[in-house]
């Protein structure tokens, strides 16, 4: 690995312009998101060289522990970002999970416990609005099927922004409670959410905000390549063989991937195959149904499911990830409403953490892919889990079970005691069947 000569100077800037994924054509980096000529989206451009000559193992883990310690891989300039202690989550170590599965190495890296608002969206949040703040954005917006709403309203308030942000009508009363404590102005739309994407265009344009997933994009998803440093990291600077994400977008998947190979690129790591599988939910699987139907191109749907964070009908980066997940022999799964629900169970029934129904399509396809042998029990695998299960109680609401009501007695509670010991025995006796 090359050793830095030196730290790069204050305010020093490594991202260098935009560029159209699609064309290649090349932009100034202000607030814009596609390409003038093809109607490609835009991604951030960085000088590598510079960064290979500057960033060592040793000066990322001298840095702040959040996603700061990967500035130089971030599309901002400032040496004052906002840092609200996000990223450097748990990636732990499955034992029960990986038993009950069947697999040796499986690892969760755990963005359910992110500051501040629980989800993964705080990352992108702090880069979108450090770089608004650069471009001299002073009123902040979104379009969000709720985490990213949490998120951005929390960021703003923490760095004294005016925030206005949209959201379908129809979302979990803890993704709305979430965001309405920090308060901002919050529009409930009557549509799905890719009518409220439409809707915050035209907004965008006629009044100037800095919408983070719209006019911000390509400084917002450049925020998700921090899982992938991350996981590197976490693992002593290698690569795990597979990784399982969610799907949504498609953005999450296709920026951990960048990162793994920017990381690769300049040394930090030992270039290696990495396989990237994909879930989605069944009520709205676009991208898995690409994936399976070999097609190069997405074909939209009208979401239906519980796992509302990831129930993106036309994902503006689906054809991206399905890409990926070819080039790297993985696979895009999708599970019911059902699987999801029976996969936030088995995580936290084993592993003590509590998934919104993002991760529990992830570790539903997770066992689906297990089941069909397309997981090598060999392979260090790792989940990503996006988001925290107190946002969407109402999922599990109904096959939980509910608490024993006793009296105050010592009889009650034994009566109570060997009722619910009677209930388990008959439980497995169901699942030996």
Known sequence: MTQATKPLKAGTATFTSLSCKECGAEYEAKAIHVCEYCFGPLEVSYDYDAIRRHVTRESIQSGPNS????????????????????????????????????????????????????????????????????????????ASTGNLANSTAAIAAYAGLDCCVFIPADLEAGKIL????????????????????????????TYGWGFVNINLRPYYSEGSKTLGYEVAEQLGWELPDHIVAPLA?????????????????????????????????????PIAEAFREERDFIKPVKPNTIAKSIAIGNPADGVYA????????????????????????????????????????????????????????????????????????????????????IEAKLDSFERALE??????????QQVLV
Not at 186 to 204: F, I, P
């Open 67 to 142: 996603i700061w310690r990967y500035k130089s891989f971030l599309p901002v300039a400032t040496d004052t970002p906002i840092d609200v202690g996000t990223g450097m989550t748990p990636l732990v170590r499955s034992n029960r999970l990986a038993r009950r599965l069947g697999l040796k190495k499986l690892y969760i890296k755990n963005d359910a416990v992110n500051m501040p608002t629980l989800s993964f969206k705080d990352r992108v949040v702090s880069v979108a609005l450090t770089r608004a703040q650069e471009l001299g954005f002073t009123t902040v917006s979104c």
């Open 178 to 205: 979430g965001t309405l404590i920090y308060s901002p102005t919050l529009m409930a739309v009557q549509g799905n959410y890719d009518q409220v994407n439409r809707l915050c265009s035209e907004v965008a344009n």
């Open 322 to 405: 399905v890409d990926i997940a070819r080039k790297t022999n993985g696979n895009i799964e999708s599970v019911s409403d059902r699987e999801i629900i029976e996969g936030m169970q088995l995580l936290a029934e084993t592993e003590g953490i509590f998934t919104e129904t993002a991760g529990g399509t992830t570790v539903a396809v997770l066992k689906k892919l297990v089941e069909a042998g397309k997981i090598d029990p060999e392979e260090s695998t790792v989940i990503y889990i996006t988001g925290n299960g107190l946002k969407t109680q109402e999922a599990v609401q109904g096959y939980v079970g509910e608490p024993l009501t």
């Open 249 to 285: 977008s498609g953005s999450l998947f296709t920026k951990i991937y960048k990162g793994f190979q920017e990381f690769i690129k300049v040394g930090l790591v030992a270039d290696k195959h990495v396989r990237f599988s994909g879930a989605q939910a069944d009520g709205c699987s």
């Open 419 to 428: 009722r619910s010991r009677t209930l388990e025995r008959l439980d497995w």
